[in-house]
């Protein structure tokens, strides 16, 4: 599948966050947030729609961004998005090829609940 067909099985609001963040489109990108959600960013909880676009400004938009969805999964209501991640940011003890998991909850055509996170494989014992 192409980026663009993965990008075709998001839910709305979470296709135009890849979209907006892809552009470096700011105001789009918050406006997919609820007033109320919560992003955690490796940690790092932004709560509300208002610490949520300061999170974009500074680190998504500010650094230049990009995502290159690579798989897309649903489970149990949620949409699980893996992409590369690159950008201008301090990439200073950071794998080459950056590929971040992105959790999204999404309610009333709007995110409700971002987490992105730095997966590892899970260990051989755990895989059938």
């Known amino acids: 599948m192409t ?36 992003v955690n960013d490796i940690r790092r909880e932004f709560r509300g729609r208002p610490a949520i676009r300061r999170w974009i400004e500074r680190e998504i938009t500010g650094d230049k961004v990009t995502m290159d969805v690579r798989e897309v999964r649903h489970q149990h209501g ?10 201008e940011y301090d990439k200073t003890g950071l794998p080459a090829e950056l590929v971040l998991t ?7 055509d709007h995110v409700t609940l971002l987490i992105i996170i730095q997966n590892s494989p899970a260990p051989a014992w755990s895989r059938s």
């Open 3 to 38: 980026d663009s067909d993965l990008i075709a099985a998001l839910p709305a609001p979470v296709a135009e966050y890849v979209r907006a963040c892809n552009a470096f489109d700011t105001n789009a990108q918050s406006a997919v947030f609820a007033e109320d959600a919560l």
């Open 102 to 108: 992105h959790y999204f909850n999404v309610a009333d």
């Open 78 to 87: 949620i949409t699980i998005v893996d992409a590369l991640v690159d950008g």
